[in-house]
């Protein structure tokens, strides 16, 4: 997501681009759905990542 837009923007964006019969779920899951992409974005720009190579061996943890 480009910086200059604004969440405002986002949100509009995204609720007029939804088909006339979206549900209040079907928003709310759209609107959360782009919150952490956002968040993510942030951690990428604050150098909060991990390799590949590590998410790889963290995931393998989770199958013990």
């Known amino acids: ?14 609720v007029e681009e939804m088909p006339q019969n979206v549900t209040f779920k079907e928003v709310l899951e759209r609107l959360y759905f782009l919150y952490k992409v956002h968040q993510g974005l942030q ?22």
């Open 1 to 14: 997501m480009t910086p200059n837009i604004t969440v405002k923007y986002q949100v509009l964006k995204a």
């Open 43 to 64: 951690q990428i720009d604050v150098g909060n990542v991990v390799s590949h190579e590590e998410a790889k061996k963290q995931i393998k943890t989770w199958h013990k």
